[in-house]
């Protein structure tokens, strides 16, 4: 059974999908003030730069540069990760509050590798049944790569057809990067498909 080994290269700047386990829920964006303070949070202890985010209703594309000596991205997800939970299942705690419950068991694998398994909660971790337990990540090569994802962080929730034209996203750092004048404010936000570079 091969090993996944995360690089470690200091300073990096590195492009992240992270995925809730049930996919098709709507729980990142109905519950981004938790999603936000788990963020900010994390950045004051683990400081990191935001390039680009995007929050979408069950999965978070973002790029990251790192503090220059500073390798550890997993640990920066992990607090994310633990933060926003612990903060969800406090707020289910609260007398009169009454969302969607939370689920409490991982979803059935449907695809890939371990296809028709079900994992189970691992409790010695505390584990909570809202992430998926890894993450994808890609370091950045340079500029052309590092524009082209930001490109794909803009347009996702076009891509994903939850609206027309990027700026329409509220959950999303187009809107700073417009006001920064990185990104055009008639920018539809369609990429060719599968490719990162072009803008349509």
Same mark, same amino acid.
Request: glycine fraction near 6%; charged fraction near 25%.
């Given at each position: 059974?091969?090993?996944?080994?995360?690089? &470690?290269?200091?300073? +990096?700047?590195?492009?992240?999908?992270? %995925?809730?386990? $049930?996919?098709?829920?709507?729980?990142?964006?109905?519950?981004?003030?938790?999603?936000?303070? @788990?963020?900010? +949070?994390?950045?004051? $202890?683990?400081?990191? $730069?935001?390039?680009?985010?995007?929050?979408?209703?069950?999965?978070?594309?973002?790029?990251?540069?790192?503090?220059?000596?500073?390798?550890?991205?997993?640990?920066?997800?992990?607090?994310? &990760?633990?933060?926003?939970?612990?903060?969800? %299942?406090?707020?289910?705690?609260?007398?009169?509050?009454?969302? @969607?419950?939370?689920?409490?068991?991982?979803?059935?694998?449907? @695809?890939?590798?371990? +296809?028709?398994? &079900?994992?189970?909660?691992?409790?010695? &971790?505390?584990?909570?049944?809202?992430?998926?337990?890894?993450?994808?990540?890609?370091?950045?090569?340079? @500029?052309?790569?590092? *524009?082209? *994802?930001?490109?794909?962080?803009?347009?996702?929730?076009?891509?994903?057809?939850?609206?027309?034209?990027?700026?329409?996203?509220?959950?999303?750092?187009?809107?700073?990067?417009?006001?920064?004048?990185?990104? +055009?404010?008639?920018?539809?936000?369609?990429?060719?498909?599968?490719?990162?570079? $072009?803008?349509?």
């Amino acid at each position: 059974m091969s090993r996944y080994i995360r690089p &470690k290269l200091p300073g +990096a700047c590195v492009f992240f999908t992270v %995925n809730l386990a $049930e996919r098709g829920r709507w729980l990142l964006v109905d519950e981004i003030v938790h999603l936000r303070a @788990a963020v900010r +949070a994390t950045r004051q $202890e683990r400081p990191f $730069e935001i390039d680009a985010w995007v929050v979408l209703p069950d999965h978070i594309h973002a790029v990251w540069s790192l503090p220059e000596g500073y390798a550890d991205f997993s640990t920066r997800w992990g607090a994310i &990760k633990a933060r926003f939970t612990r903060s969800l %299942n406090e707020a289910h705690r609260r007398p009169g509050f009454s969302p @969607a419950p939370l689920p409490t068991e991982f979803p059935l694998i449907r @695809a890939g590798r371990y +296809a028709g398994l &079900k994992p189970g909660l691992r409790q010695n &971790k505390r584990e909570c049944a809202i992430w998926q337990r890894r993450f994808w990540e890609h370091h950045i090569r340079d @500029a052309a790569d590092y *524009h082209a *994802h930001l490109r794909y962080c803009w347009a996702n929730p076009v891509r994903h057809g939850v609206v027309e034209r990027a700026l329409d996203w509220p959950y999303s750092s187009i809107h700073r990067d417009v006001d920064a004048g990185l990104v +055009a404010p008639e920018w539809a936000g369609t990429v060719a498909e599968g490719n990162f570079g $072009e803008a349509v």
